[in-house]
């Protein structure tokens, strides 16, 4: 008999070495301090362990929880080959009627449409011609554009080296997503946000620049006398003060909003307001920086509401040129003031070039020798295509200068020296070695197909993780301690063969989920928390049942036998349909809900093994001894 047992400890034996192996790195990794863990990361074998251990979820480990908005409206409005204030309207509206009345955006946007008696085939002809086939067809861009901000988030979040993020799909618009152990959160956020738009413009020469800079000064300041004319005269007594010399009267100030109103939607600008030059109300703002225009960090917001006038935006539209900023403000050395400026730039209206082409991006620090020695540089290699457009473009613009433009940012404008071959450039102005990672990182990603907005955001702080550890590690062990106890007490011996297969239970679950590289949550505690009771459920199936065939007078090898052939049945009925619950909770489920299905699943099927091949193992071997005739239950 003891030799037919051999194969059985051989394989509880593998097992077991199996699990201890597994755990090891999980222990390892555990027991480091931070300056162990540093030294292995430099030497690139911290990554290694990392892969091999149980990973811990956002409530454990703490992090961020972030839940993402796509703006459906501006993904719908940038579809539209014509860009026309009425579908503008339309769409604005149909966003404020989804909101107010909660519904979905399509829904809105389709009674407005039908409403104004609008023609979607005007607009989006490439969708078909018919009212519902257009719609269709949106609604399909829709969902696309949905699937890939996923897509690409993972990627970003990927390279950005989060253990374990979970990005997911809420409703129809809404991205979930949870990095747990971030710890710049600012950083994950502008990473998670940021559309990366990488456009190459032309630099429109100085010629043409001064004479569009004369042009909106014109139309500004005959704004500016139509203004004036359009108020009322008011007719006053005379005063004392009104016989004084014209030249001692106090001067009217006016600012930029007294005279053209908030008449446009300026993002991030400074608050304060400048007197403007009745003449030169656009070029009396600006300034000769290093060779370019300059603009004084604290004009920026006035300077953004003169280019966004509805006047001014047409003869650039007619002009076929935008002014953008720089990336960053800048100190003007030369007066010493200590004021920052930002450059503008006079670009053509539409890119040589957009990011599309990018193959590789890949964040560095200057070379010695180079303009940009010690600074955070993106070196960027493009395909084959934007290979061929890139020496296309370098090779008919020498001599010019080309704008990098990130965003709608200008990071840097070198001038063009030769035709560029190989498709490799360079792009600067980063505040630090991190941004230039984000911005590599967002460039080999790819660009959002829409923007997408925080609308809600929650930071699980590490000490908030380590206080549901100890409470959920306490609950486990006072668990375990009590059910310990109670085998022992109630089964003697078959009770401490019971606890023995419990604790291989468990070990064997978390040498599983390292295994698999899970990620074990609260939930998933709980999990493993109900394994031990429906481990011990088997158990107590089986003792009953053996218990019951002593009682008829068999020996305990035959008692033994019969009983595990009794119960066999009934614990695999139990045990099947809570396995298909948590198959169930594990498709249909999200974040915390899959972790403790996966917990629930492993831990089901381990404990049929303890309690039925474990234990039938040791009985087998206790009463297959000489002289066994009792058995201790």
Sequence with gaps: MQKNLTP??????????????????????????????????????????????????????????????????????????????????????SEQDSKKNQTDFFVAFKNNVKENDFKLSRYYYQYGSSFDEIMLKLEEEANDAIDRVLEILQNRVDQFGVSEPTIQKQGNHRIVVELAGIQDSDRARSLLQSTALLEFYLIKNPTITNEIINQVDNILS?????????????????????????????????????????????????????????????????????????????????????????????????????????????????????????????????????????????????????????????????????????????????????????????????????????????????????????????????????????????????????????????????????????????YKLAGLIANFALVWNILLVLAVLASLQATLTLPGIAGLILTVGMSIDANVIIFERVREELRKGKTAKSAIESGYNRAITTIIDANVTTLIASLVLYQFGTGPIKGFATVLFWGILISMFTAVYITKTIFSAYTSRRGTTKLSI
């Design 222 to 490: 005959k704004k500016l006398l139509q203004t004036d004319s359009s108020k009322p005269s008011q007719e006053k007594t005379p005063k004392l003060a009104d016989t004084e010399p014209d030249s001692n009267k106090a001067k009217e100030t006016k600012t930029v909003s007294d005279l053209f109103g908030d008449e446009s939607n300026i993002e991030n600008g400074d608050t304060s307001e400048n007197e403007v030059n009745n003449k030169l109300p656009f070029s009396s703002l600006l300034v000769s920086f290093q060779g370019d225009m300059g603009v004084k960090e604290n004009n920026i917001y006035s300077l953004k509401k003169l280019i966004n006038t509805p006047e001014v935006q047409t003869k650039l539209a007619n002009s076929n040129g935008q002014f953008l900023f720089s990336q960053e403000a800048e100190d003007l050395v030369s007066e010493g003031s200590g004021d920052k400026f930002f450059r503008l730039y006079y670009l053509e209206k539409s890119p040589e070039l957009t990011g599309g082409v990018v193959e590789e991006a890949k964040a560095d620090i200057g070379s010695i020798g180079g303009g940009s020695s010690g600074q955070p540089v993106v070196s960027l290699t493009m395909n084959s295509d934007g290979s061929r457009s890139w020496a296309r473009i370098t090779g008919a613009n020498v001599g010019e200068r080309i704008a990098i433009v990130l965003d709608n940012k200008v990071h840097m404008a070198p001038s063009i020296r030769e035709k560029i071959p190989g498709g490799r450039t360079q792009i600067e102005g980063f505040a630090d070695i991190n941004e230039a990672k984000d911005i590599a990182i967002i460039l080999r990603a790819g660009a959002l197909p829409t923007p997408v907005e925080v609308i809600e955001e929650r930071v699980v702080g590490p000490s908030l993780g380590a206080d549901s550890i100890s409470k959920g590690t306490r609950a486990v062990l006072f668990g375990l301690a009590s059910v310990l106890i109670f085998m022992l007490v109630y």
């Design 8 to 93: 059985r400890y051989g394989i509880i034996a593998i097992i077991l070495i199996w699990a201890i192996w597994s755990l090891s790195h999980t222990w390892k990794y555990h027991s480091m301090n931070d300056e162990e863990r540093e030294v292995l990361r430099e030497s690139g074998k911290l990554q290694h362990i990392e892969s091999k251990i149980i990973r811990q979820g956002l409530d454990l480990k703490g992090g961020m929880y972030i839940v993402l908005e796509a703006d459906i409206p501006k993904l719908i409005s940038n579809l539209s080959d014509i860009d026309d204030e009425r579908l503008n309207s339309i769409i604005k509206k």
